[in-house]
Structures are given as structure tokens and as C-alpha cells.
């Protein structure tokens, strides 16, 4: 959905669908810290970061914080870390707010789903 926004008539598309698109990355960032389940699901898929951070680890030892990595507890803390560096975004909220579907959709030129 970003990138069809960002294209706008541009795209060389016809359609589109949208499969679990980053709607709004800071909305969903404190929907995941409100309740236990979800902070455990928080808590999950900051291991499977992790896991994927060691797998490469030479890049992102190089390119990340690595100790703020490993010391990660959720998923946005990760970002804080890795993502955000990365990414070269002064803040965790820029990134969320730049990598976001919601501001771009009403710039979407063809049927999406």
C-alpha cells in the first residue's frame, strides 16, 4: 500500500492486494504492549528478531547495536537497535511513522484490496 501510494499513477501495476500491511506501526507498537498475551506475542516475535540478527550477525554487529540487540525485550526496543540504525531514522516514532501504510493510501491510483 506505501509503495502504491508513493507511485501514485505511476505504478506500472493494475491491482493490488494487501496482505497484513504496516497500517500504522505506532498504533500497532502500543497495541502490543497493552495486554499480557500480547506482550507475550511481543515477547515472541523479539526472539525470532534476535534469531534472525545472529544469523547475520556480521552485518548487523557492523551496522546495528549489537549489544542493544541482544538486550532487546520487545519488538520495538529491537527496532531501537537495529531498524532505526539501519534504516539511518533519528528516531524509533520516525521510522514507525515513515514506513507506515495509512498516510499514503489515499494516493493509491489502482483497485487494492
Known amino acids: 500500500v506505501k509503495y502504491l501510494g508513493e507511485d501514485g499513477p505511476n505504478t506500472p501495476l493494475v491491482g493490488a492486494t494487501a496482505v497484513c500491511c504496516p497500517w500504522d506501526l505506532l498504533i500497532c507498537g502500543r497495541f502490543l504492549n497493552r495486554k499480557l498475551v500480547q506482550r507475550l506475542y511481543d515477547r515472541v516475535l523479539t526472539i525470532g528478531l534476535q534469531g534472525y540478527a545472529q544469523l547475520h550477525h556480521s552485518?548487523?554487529?557492523?551496522?546495528?547495536?549489537?549489544?542493544?540487540?541482544?538486550?532487546?525485550?520487545?519488538?520495538?526496543?529491537?527496532?531501537?537497535?537495529?531498524?532505526?540504525?539501519?534504516?539511518?531514522?533519528?528516531?524509533?516514532?520516525?521510522?514507525?511513522?515513515?514506513?507506515s501504510s495509512a498516510q499514503f493510501v489515499g494516493n493509491v491510483a489502482i483497485p487494492l484490496l
Not at 551496522?63 to 519488538?75: H, M, N, P, T, Y
Open 59 to 99: 552485518v548487523f554487529s557492523r551496522l546495528a547495536d549489537w549489544d542493544g540487540i541482544k538486550k532487546s525485550r520487545s519488538v520495538r526496543e529491537f527496532d531501537n537497535y537495529a531498524t532505526r540504525l539501519i534504516g539511518k531514522f533519528e528516531t524509533t516514532d520516525t521510522f514507525y511513522r515513515q514506513s
